[in-house]
């Protein structure tokens, strides 16, 4: 059997419908992963993250390696348990937090040493180790090692990292041998369509189980970064899942599904949970603002999420303004569900075949909602 | 039909198993009230708290009136909608937090002027005021403006906040006109005996819905506390709930109720949880600690709580040492449901006349637990 199928295309774009098949069960795509960094998704339990309609979560294992250790995580029975989540993981290979996070201190052909963020210890980090890592954390979807560049970045290094990436995914699909485990290639190359080019056929000729297009979201904006990904996603096999690393805004999910895309993460849902943000079908709440202060209406009138269902504007307004848990919490599970939400509508548009019509209209309310945020 | 029922008493203490009928429920006691400050208690969901087996919730006339306003509680549809609680909910009357939290400026016969902890704004509150406040937020059981004395403090300052908490009680009594609201008489005297007494004899002239034992566990240490309590719940109507406030430890709810008390209200549960300090049968563990670094086990192996069903001590020692928001949030889900099973053994052990003996053994056991403390 194959670990991915399509189950319909749109006719009119080159969004699909697909289930991609793991360890800990089906995801039905495209899919929206939301980030557990160092083994929980903030703000939310996990039983409160399954009612948002979540299938699959996402895992560090920068964070995990340095905290709490994946020797640890191995005690504790892996991730799975760890997190108490039934469903797939998907781990990424810590390639981009050492570029981001890690203060670096030297990159070879062979790996690269960085500092912890926690403790400034010293640590060094390859293709094999980082599979190997991966392997015991027990996710059910690891990601190669590959390098990312900043932006902006001269081309020379673009080029630089490409071909490390490339060299590295040779070596991590050599050493992953963990059958019940996918493992994802990763396509670097900035935004340089002739090095996502080449760099896509280097790694299609290595047959992975899925392929990321990474090193985006990292400041070239918006308008960019979709172009990128619209110009890689066809470069990808068509029967395998395709994976936008780091995205992104509803806007620019729709507009990456309409190019291919099958998966999808990013901390946006509940980094701006926590800090009073959250996303409705007519744009943006900023819940802090007085306008507020007496509003008996939910955040979204028809969502059917727990903080809908029970919580006033006015009362969420309230929890933070008094530094109560309770806002971030309750916000967090709103954004969530309305991202999952928007994954339904998606997965349900293509199914019938409508997706081009539905995505036009929805792009245009939601350009629209942006011009009247409160 | 009384508003308060006694459905057994434990033939070898003062224990006693009852019925409260409020506008939004009954409540079982004895009972323990989580404290719910700003309308929210603090780390979890009303949902999850509904699970831990709490009726009945209490929140701070004090904090509420500052922030959100009382205008706006009622705007957003009074406390049980602010806070999504259907069930039963007890308003303080703001007089302990005034003398505990507000910078004083002046006691009166007639009030308190005191400056907001939050923003230092100058405001008088006094019975009348802390009544029609409390009414307009809507709790079912509503407080006393009392005055709470210091720990230590010369007898003639208890003495003279004796006097003014009768004369205010009086004033509450009058003033008070919402039939579906409950209202509490409190009982001041600091640790004197006599007037304790004198405060009880007064109060019990007005014919207060119940009775509270208030201005304790404000340093004076368990023992003293205790031996109030012991001393006072006598004084009150057998036939009329007795509340003794912001207690306490397990061992000191227990010995409470063995001298006649029904309801209590702490933060102990939440804010421990919120520390990384658990409760268990078997004694207090600190989640933060080393030694569960690779722990499997959940924080008590018999607990039917969502933390404990789902979670391993590493996990959750890992949570708290990431600074994830899911450590705090687990550890109040447990805490709490630690409190309500021990009320209900509590609860339990009165109606089969077993109570003393239950009571004598399970304190033995949180003796020797206090002393293995991990």
Redesign the interface.
Known sequence: MQNFEIVSEDSNSSARRGVLHTAHGDIQTPVFMPVGT???V??I????LAETGTSVVLANTY?LML??GVE?VE???RLH????WRGPILTDSGGYQIFSLGSLSRIEDNGVEFASHIDGEKIFLDAETATRLQNRLGGDIIMCFDECAPFPCERSRVQKAVERTIRWAKICREVHKVSEQLIFGIVQGGIDVELRRHCAEELVKLDFDGYAIGGLSVGEGSEQMLHTAEHTAPLLPREKPRYLMGVGKPAEIITAVRAGIDMFDCVLPSRNGRNAYAFTDTGPVRLRNNIH??K?EPIQADCDC?CCR???R??L???F??G???G???TTVHNLRFYQRLMAQIRGAIEINEFEQWARQRLATSNEAARTEI
């Open positions: 160092s083994g929980a903030k703000g339990t996990p039983a409160l964070h905290r709490p640890v005690k504790l029975g348990k760890l997190m108490s202060i007496d008996t727990y029970n919580f006033s006015g009362a307004r309230h929890f303004n008094a109560e848990m309770l971030p919490i309750l």
